[in-house]
């Protein structure tokens, strides 16, 4: 397979750069420090990871130096001087164009796949090389995120949410619970009592009957009108709480309208200003000369003939110079212009390195030029297209306008009926029980001073009048206490779980349902996440016991995870296990690089890439002659794209192919 | 016979849910959509 690679404003180039990759071969971008050897390897694990959207793989994406670390921070990939930068990868049928804007935001046209941030990408920032190099084996991550577990860990972490909630909603039903019963005994004994103050109240007022008294008729009759008046006054004032409270709730009501009102204003001024931006964008658009743009799209193309003409020469030039190459010819004679010049091998590659950069200087003003021509054809077609579709956006604004305008209407039509009508007879209402009120009360006091100029008179009343008017009131106490206890329970009647009310005798029984199903759930979601990560690690060991055989390391026999609690086991030759302590940082470096192919080949063997940073400068020698033999195999067995960078002296980037 | 919807329980047809999410990687947000107006179906059927 062949693979193109262009990169526009990547890294401290601006501009374009363009690499031909090829498969089944290790390709080295070698060259001195600085050059962006290391950006050409971020480019290419940027296209083919993106989208990223998991928190830990931005994280990873962050250690790489592919995304920013915040928002505020600028993306590292974007050349300085330029706001956006442009990767384009094309292999194998796909095409991938990925845009990267200076704030980090990534527009991709590629469903990539966000682990190979985890298996392909072999660099020092590699989280396995990070693992092994801090001295922790714990593995578990790589079966989890590398296996359906970590869906069934996101899927559990919503299941658990609701578990919680489920478990506040059943404390706070015990508060309540505990209340009510608090209440229903004390209510219990004050009934109680009041029941033995309405005995003594009784046995009161049958003594006072008892005794002789003159007019006794017209004191008992006053006695029952005042009995009356308070009975009738009570029923007003319940009457007059009645309507204070429907008045509140008609003040909610109006404000509920009120905000519906100011919020189609809102999208009335909303639609409005798209319409204005819609003429601007109109007006613009009409102001674009045509034959101007026509012009100069005249004058760009004129400027591409020239240029082609050169590009014709080198490529005719390049074939030559290669047909040489190819044929290792020497000769005494210049194959162009048939002067007499010696021409070595060596001078046949430099000529052929020099015509490949005059091709890449022609290639990028085409590029640039055509850029430019398309800039300016869009904006023709711009200007026949967008002008109708425009147009008729704003007679659908227009009419968006219209139709909130009637609801804005027909809402304040709707208030002003409901003060008029509703509110108007609500405070009428009002008013006249008020007024009933105060005329019952002055009855009753009128009624209530005849009564006591009675009792004053019949002296012999008195304690027993007193005594009964101290017994109804601590009766009438007792009933406000029982009340209010009632009052209490009423508020306590429904319970909110997740959105829905449920009665309270209900309640429950609800939860504890809802309980028992969840453990159903989340024993199901525990097994299959402890059944993926058991079946990711079988894998994995079986593809690391694969590459062992292949790169025999001399103190190491077998490499594995273990099934148990997926921690890393390294077993020495003779069979024992060698202890973090005992390997050296080379030997650590060597694990990971087979744990990082295998953790490719075992989860990501269809993506046909895997790339390196300078990744065997801390190998030991042997180790890194055995573990390149091994790459340059799986390359060509596979049909891999390999791609290293390697530190050389060289003064520019130069692309090496290992056969 | 095939059982009624509101006959199934509850987990089972979540467990279906979670596992047809899983098959055609499905976004948390569809899940929990569909996770929680299942709850609330059953809250509503139980509470009767």
Known sequence: ?659 | MAKKKNEVPVSEQIIEIIENSIKKQGKKEDFKKKFGGLIKQYINEWKK
């Not at chain 1, 601006?14 to 290790?26: D, F, Q, T, W």
């Not at chain 1, 290419?44 to 793989?57: E, H, Q």
């Not at chain 1, 505020?72 to 384009?88: F, Q």
């Open chain 1, 1 to 659: 397979m062949k693979a193109e690679l262009i990169l526009e404003n990547i890294g401290q180039y601006r501009g374009l750069k363009k690499y031909a990759i090829n498969s089944g071969v290790i390709t080295i971008f070698q060259g001195k420090n600085s050059l962006g050897k290391t950006t050409i390897i971020k480019a290419v694990g940027t296209a083919l990871s993106s989208p990223i959207v998991s928190k830990n793989l931005m994280l990873e994406a962050n250690k790489f130096g592919i995304l920013p670390r915040d928002k505020k921070k600028r993306a590292p990939l974007v050349n300085y001087d330029e706001n956006m930068a442009k990767i384009i990868l094309i292999y194998d049928g796909e095409n991938i164009e990925i845009i990267i804007n200076k704030d980090g935001t990534i527009k991709t046209n590629f469903n990539g796949n966000e682990m190979f941030l985890y298996s392909g990408m072999l660099t020092k920032n590699s989280k396995i090389l990070e693992n092994l190099a801090s001295g922790d084996y714990e593995f578990q991550w790589i079966v989890t995120e590398m296996s359906n577990a970590s869906k069934y860990e996101d899927l559990k972490s919503i299941v658990d949410s609701y578990i919680e909630l489920n478990n506040v909603v059943k404390a706070t039903l015990e508060d309540i619970n505990k209340k009510i019963g608090k209440n229903l005994s004390e209510n219990e004994d004050l009934i109680e009592k009041k029941k033995n103050l309405e005995e003594d109240l009784l046995k009161v007022q049958e003594d006072m009957n008892n005794i002789d008294l003159p007019g006794r008729e017209v004191y008992e009759n006053l006695k029952s009108q005042e009995n009356e008046k308070k009975a009738e006054i009570k029923g007003a004032e319940n009457q007059l709480k009645k309507i204070n409270d429907d008045i509140v709730k008609f003040d909610k009501d109006i404000k509920v309208m009120d905000d519906e009102i100011s919020a189609k204003d809102d999208e009335i001024n909303d639609i409005k200003n798209k319409m204005k931006e819609n003429k601007e964008e109109i007006d613009r658009l009409k102001d674009l000369n045509e034959n101007e743009i026509n012009k100069e799209i005249h004058d760009y193309q004129k400027k591409l003939d020239p240029i082609n003409i050169n590009l014709g020469k080198v490529l005719w030039g390049l074939s030559v110079w290669s047909n040489l190459k190819k044929n290792k010819q020497e000769s005494n004679i210049c194959p162009i212009c048939e002067s007499n010049i010696v021409i070595t091998l060596k001078k046949i590659e430099q000529k052929i390195n020099n015509l490949r950069k005059e091709e890449e200087s022609y290639e990028n003003k085409i590029y640039d030029i055509n850029v430019e021509i398309k800039v300016l054809e869009n904006k023709l077609k711009d200007k026949k297209e967008k002008i109708p579709l425009l147009k008729s956006q704003i007679d659908s604004h227009d009419k968006n306008i219209r139709d909130h305008a009637m609801e804005k209407d027909n809402l304040q039509e709707e208030k002003t009926r409901m003060v008029q009508k509703g509110k108007g007879q609500l405070l009428e209402n009002k008013k006249d029980i008020e007024a009933l009120i105060e005329n019952m009360n002055s009855e009753l006091e009128k009624v209530v001073g005849e009564k006591e100029d009675y009792e004053k008179r019949y002296e012999v009343l008195v304690p027993f009048v007193e005594k009964e008017k101290e017994l109804t009131e601590e009766i009438a106490k007792i009933e406000g206490k029982i009340e209010k206890n009632n009052e209490e329970i009423e508020t306590y009647k429904e319970i909110t779980l997740f959105e829905e009310k449920i009665p309270i005798e209900k309640a429950e029984e609800v939860i504890n349902k809802l309980s028992d199903e969840f453990d159903i759930i989340i024993d199901h979601i525990i097994n299959k996440i402890n059944e993926q990560r058991l079946g990711a690690a079988k894998k994995f060991n079986t593809t690391i016991k694969n590459v062992m055989k292949e790169i025999d390391l001399p103190n190491i026999e077998n490499i594995f995870l273990e099934t148990d609690n997926y921690n890393l086991k390294i077993i020495g030759k003779g069979g024992k296990p060698l202890p973090e302590g005992s390997l050296g940082g080379a030997e650590k470096a060597t694990i990971g690089g087979i744990l990082q192919v295998s953790c490719k080949q075992t989860y990501l063997r269809d993506f046909p890439f895997f790339i390196g940073d300078d990744l065997i400068l801390d190998f030991d020698p042997e180790n890194a002659e055995k573990f390149i033999n091994y790459l340059k195999k799986l390359a060509k067995e596979e049909d891999l794209f390999v791609l290293i960078t390697k530190p050389t002296s060289d003064k520019e980037i130069v692309q090496v192919e290992l056969q």
